[in-house]
């Protein structure tokens, strides 16, 4: 238990450990591990977690445990010893557009306090940062007037959308202020250079995307992978008092795919270039940050980057909030497990130790306690 003045977070033992397949190039929480071998060994194909538990069964004897203590305390001491916690508001009109559960377990992780948003278009002034996931309908005028206001007076907002899913006039609005656009239509981003999706022998997925990241204080000391998940592009188009700052993007042969309808094949463009897939618009003291790929923010993305995703996006919150990214105050080095484990050999030396050093003393003041008496009858 990590106590502070106002408040406190405790932490299971299990939450301090991660797993590490080198072989399969995966890194898990203990939670996900453990989800991860249960989905498999109950045979429940629908779970998310039954591919990983099935590989991991497989290749077992890559699976390494890691001690990540240090960094979790860590994270748990600047909660507790923290003046004020940032005010992160989630709206979410229905259950498809809520955000991945491990996206708010690492939100509640990086010590942000959450908090549903019932209205947008009654947004509280003292959210700090809201948060709005793939909308399946577009905003009613009164919610594109409340985000317009909120925006308005220096309010921030991460926004996540779909392929197909930004086709909103009203929302098309308010991200217009800001220079930003999408075209019409339903269509993928996808990548051409081997380098930059995701493939293997016999299979590849070229709108698996590792992203092109821009440098900018969110990469700050940021040394990792980002995986963006079948997304679609961002257009710009510069506007007077608008600060545009494109993060990620493919390379130069990217291309889309482009569908007529929903249920029809698609079509790749023969064009090649760079495409935008998140980018970050500032006016006055409001911000806007816009991911064209909820993928992007899943669970499933983040451990195949290897955590890279969500620490990208916590290092983003951070900005849009106005956070220091500081350097945690003790280093979080994984370190293996099998290092805080002892030799059988030097275990029995220190049993030995341990039993003759007190057994010595006893001795020893038995005999001068003999001594003492002999003394005093003589």
């Known amino acids: 238990v990590v106590e502070g003045p106002e408040r406190y977070r405790q932490i299971a ?28 060994q109950s045979g429940d194909t629908q779970n998310e977690y039954y591919t990983y538990g099935q ?18 305390l ?49 947004i509280p002034t003292e959210c700090d940062l809201l948060v709005l996931i793939a909308p399946k309908t577009d905003l009613s005028e009164s919610e594109a007037a409340g985000l317009r206001a909120y925006l308005a007076g220096g309010g921030r907002l991460l926004l996540a959308t779909a392929p197909g899913g930004a086709d909103h006039p009203n929302l098309r609005a308010v991200l217009a202020e800001y220079g930003l656009s999408a075209p019409t239509g339903l269509h993928i981003v996808c990548e051409d250079d081997p380098n930059y999706f995701v493939h293997g022998e016999g299979y590849a997925y070229p709108y698996y995307i590792w992203s092109h990241l821009a440098s900018h204080a969110i990469t700050t000391g940021f040394d990792a992978e980002l995986l963006t998940i079948s997304a679609h592009a961002i257009t710009l188009r510069p506007i007077d008092g608008v600060r545009q700052t494109p993060l990620l993007y493919t390379s130069s042969k990217g291309f889309v795919v482009e569908y007529a309808s929903e249920g029809s094949s698609g079509k790749p463009s023969e064009d090649r270039d760079k495409y935008l897939t998140a980018v970050l618009a500032e006016k006055g003291d409001s911000a806007l940050l816009w991911i064209s790929s909820t993928g992007t923010l899943s669970d499933f993305a983040n451990v195949q980057s290897k955590g890279g995703n969500y620490l990208w996006l916590h290092n983003a919150m951070d900005y849009l909030m106005d956070i220091s990214t500081e350097t945690l105050p003790i280093t979080g080095e994984l370190m293996p497990t099998d290092v805080l484990r002892v030799k059988v050999g030097v275990l029995a030396a220190f049993c030995v130790i341990g039993a003759l050093v007190p057994i010595g003393v006893l001795a020893a003041g038995g005999v001068r306690l003999r001594l003492r008496k002999k003394r005093s009858l003589s």
């Open 13 to 40: 033992v299990e939450e301090m450990t991660y797993y590490e397949n080198a072989q399969l190039g995966l890194t898990l929480s203990a939670a996900e591990y453990q989800y991860s071998l249960l989905a498999y």
């Open 55 to 72: 590989y991991l069964t497989l290749y077992s004897t890559y699976t390494k445990a890691y001690f990540d203590g240090n960094a979790v």
């Open 74 to 122: 860590s994270r748990a001491a600047r909660f507790v010893a923290a003046e004020t916690i940032p005010y992160v508001g989630v709206f979410s009109a229905d259950k498809a557009t809520m955000p991945d559960t491990a996206l708010l377990s690492m939100m509640e992780e990086y010590g942000y306090g959450l908090r549903g948003v019932p209205k947008l278009s009654e």
